[in-house]
């Protein structure tokens, strides 16, 4: 079946924008994860959704970022007043249930900020 | 803590084997392994859950010492479709979200 897709695959925006960042999960996943990639390093959590709510935002880094998943399927990503230093790799992961199960990823959302 | 792997890159010919190491400072419940190829997203070969458990797939395998919190990637007979960056995620006992090593960048040439 299909896998994880995200939208768009590129984004350049000037600093101080507005972004929004789409991820649809492998279909009948429960479990969303959003990570954030720097060049050179492995990802790195921002939140996880277990259905509708989020579960757990620890990895957010600041209030400028936001995510939502409001029928427990397809995703959002909300980055405001963003900043150079957002430019990374956004990737999304889904899993069956969340619980110790495999994490698909997405092919990511390249971000730039000017 | 973010786990630690090693060695950070390794260069092989056709044929021969490699071990990936990624080692936490923290209790894990599972490691899971991807590689991940230029610009492309991470791929997943394989989870291991805590109790030692060994997997294997073709030529790839892996173990998990629960006790030193550490889990070794075996690469055998290695093929050039093996090139990329290898990551270790790790899961601790308290959520569901995977803490990633810095990446083993491994080029298998001909």
């Known amino acids: 079946g299909a896998g994880v897709s995200q939208t768009p695959s590129n984004k350049v925006t000037e600093k101080g924008k507005y972004v929004e960042l789409r991820c649809d999960p492998i279909?009948?996943?429960?479990?969303l994860y959003w990570y954030r990639q720097s060049l050179g390093q492995g990802p790195e959590f921002l939140i996880y959704f277990q259905g509708t709510g989020a579960a757990d935002d620890s990895g957010l880094p600041n209030d400028r970022f936001f995510a939502v998943r409001p029928e427990g399927s397809v995703s959002t990503l909300k980055i405001q007043r963003t900043e150079r230093g957002d430019s990374a790799v956004y990737l999304c992961a889904s899993s069956k249930t969340g619980f110790r199960e495999t994490q698909y990823f997405g092919p990511g959302t390249r971000l730039l900020v000017l | 803590q973010q786990p630690v792997q090693s060695p950070q890159a390794v260069i092989l010919r056709e044929g021969e084997d490699a071990v990936i190491n990624c080692s936490s400072s923290k209790a894990l419940y599972s490691v899971h392994w991807y590689r991940q190829k230029h610009g492309e997203a991470p791929v997943f070969l394989m989870i291991l859950l805590k109790g030692g458990e060994q997997k294997g797939h073709e030529k790839i395998s892996a173990s998990f010492n629960e006790k030193k919190q550490q889990s070794s990637l075996y690469l055998t007979a290695s093929q050039l479709s093996y090139s990329g960056t290898y990551f270790c995620g790790t899961e601790g006992n308290a959520g569901n979200m995977l803490t990633f090593g810095g990446g083993t960048r491994l080029m298998v040439k001909p």
């Open positions: 279909s009948g996943h429960t479990a």
